[in-house]
């Protein structure tokens, strides 16, 4: 993706007499435009955009911005049944060798909502928000945040598709047993059971997806915590009808105590990442596991790419305060962008989101591989938090990736995954997500 500093046009601007200023203004647009359509059509779509305001007179600024091997997906098990698997891969430790495996199976279904396209109720209310408002085509259509967080979302009660040893909830089990909270600042917290000693029971845990749908989008999680340890596996993505065929997008995704945060696309045959370097795509990650994403013939592990910031997940993330992530389903394709705190562009906090001022994305899938209106449909939005299952469990001995540099069974002194969480309920106080707000918007 071209990145487009603003000083160059903020200088010409001030340079401009009276007379002149429109003309060469347009001029300058017009050359910032052509360089744009060799990325895509949205990009340059919202540089125009970007740009027209500038010569309005509003202030703007543009942000400036492991090669391991291991993929999961997760089905959405809430209606029909199916089965998928996680993925095998290899990695290196820091004598130089080292290996992780894992595969499982679930069920996956559909969601209730609206149809024909998108749907979307706003819920919640968000603080003032900061920054400097930008021109944008991106309206909001969807909001949670607060004591309304949880309005617009189905708690998901089935045995867990990934094989995870835990009991996901209902809302009112939830609630009674402390695994839901609005905190003081207003922040929704999502917790598991931290009883010390469950004997052979499963743990506790809360999944929930959104009642609405999109076939396109704009998502984006303000969160300040995420569930982080040996043996927990937490995630945020989107999911459509009949996995793999409406496509799943895992924006958020790791297991113990990782440190980069993998993003993965699993879908039917045909889409592809059309390179596996990093500098061809555009993009600040790293693609793992392959270019094909299709599950079925990958053995259901699809196509990753891993972040390259080491605050991008887990315990690393927490201590620098969190941060946002983005990802954007449109016709030119998915992009998954991070922001650490103290590094969000002010037009997200202002409410009035701009990709096109967002710099190099953390991960792309383009159209030109990957038709988003062929491979993702009526996508709606998942948070779970389980334990264990086909990745935690299956990499539980692995080391060498980011974060985990030796192994949760060297760290633990447990043998198994299982073991540890069923005996150790007090080392999951930090496995909680906290978040400030959940926002979809809509390309208008």
Request: aromatic fraction near 10%; charged fraction near 10%.
């Amino acid at each position: 993706m071209l990145l487009l500093h603003p000083l160059p046009l903020c200088l010409i601007l001030l340079l401009l007499d009276a007379t002149s200023a429109e003309n060469l203004a347009s001029r300058a647009v017009e050359h910032v435009h052509r360089l744009a359509t060799h990325h895509s059509k949205g990009f340059a779509r919202d540089l125009r955009i970007a740009f027209g305001a500038v010569m309005l007179g509003k202030r703007q600024q543009a942000p400036f911005g492991f090669n391991n091997r291991v993929v999961y997906c997760k089905a959405n098990g809430t209606l029909n049944a199916g089965s998928h698997s996680g993925s095998s891969g290899s990695g290196s430790n820091d004598s130089g060798s080292g290996s992780e495996s894992g595969s499982g199976s679930g069920s996956n279904g559909t969601h209730t909502g609206n149809q024909g396209g998108s749907s979307g109720s706003a819920t919640g209310s968000s603080p003032e928000p900061s920054g400097t408002p930008v021109s944008t085509p991106w309206k909001l259509a969807e909001s949670h945040s607060g004591n309304n967080f949880f309005d617009g979302w189905s708690f998901f009660t089935n045995p867990d598709p990934t094989n995870g040893i835990v009991d996901y909830v209902d809302q009112n089990t939830g609630w009674s047993h402390n695994l839901l909270e609005v905190n003081s600042d207003g922040h929704v917290i999502m917790r598991v059971d931290t009883t010390q000693n469950i004997g052979n029971a499963n743990r506790e845990s809360v999944r929930i997806t959104t009642n609405s749908h999109y076939d396109q989008g704009m998502f984006i999680l303000d969160a300040v915590h995420m569930p982080t340890g040996c043996g927990s596996w937490p995630a945020w993505w989107t999911n459509g009808p009949n996995w793999p065929a409406g496509g799943e997008i895992d924006i958020i995704e790791g297991v113990n105590d990782y440190t980069n945060n993998q993003a993965t696309i699993h879908t039917n045959p045909g889409c592809t990442i059309t390179s596996d370097k990093s500098n061809v795509l555009g993009i600040t990650g790293n693609v793992i596991g392959g270019t094909n994403c299709a599950a079925a013939e990958t053995n259901n592990q699809g196509c990753g790419i891993r972040s390259s910031s080491s605050v991008s997940y887990g315990a690393a993330f927490n201590n620098n305060g969190g941060g946002v992530y983005a990802m954007t389903l449109n016709s030119t394709g998915v992009a998954i962008y991070f922001f650490p705190r103290g590094s969000i562009p002010s037009d997200i906090q202002a409410g009035t989101p701009l990709p096109a001022l967002w710099g190099q994305p953390m991960a792309i899938w383009g159209s030109s591989g990957c038709d988003p209106s062929k491979y993702f449909s009526q996508q709606s939005m998942i948070f779970d938090t389980t334990f264990c299952g086909d990745w935690a469990s299956g990499v539980w001995s692995a080391s060498g990736i980011p974060g985990q540099e030796s192994s949760c069974a060297t760290r633990t002194g447990f043998s198994t995954c299982e073991d540890y969480v069923r005996q150790n309920g007090n080392a999951f106080q930090q496995a909680y997500w906290e978040i400030k707000s959940v926002k979809v918007y809509q390309h208008s």
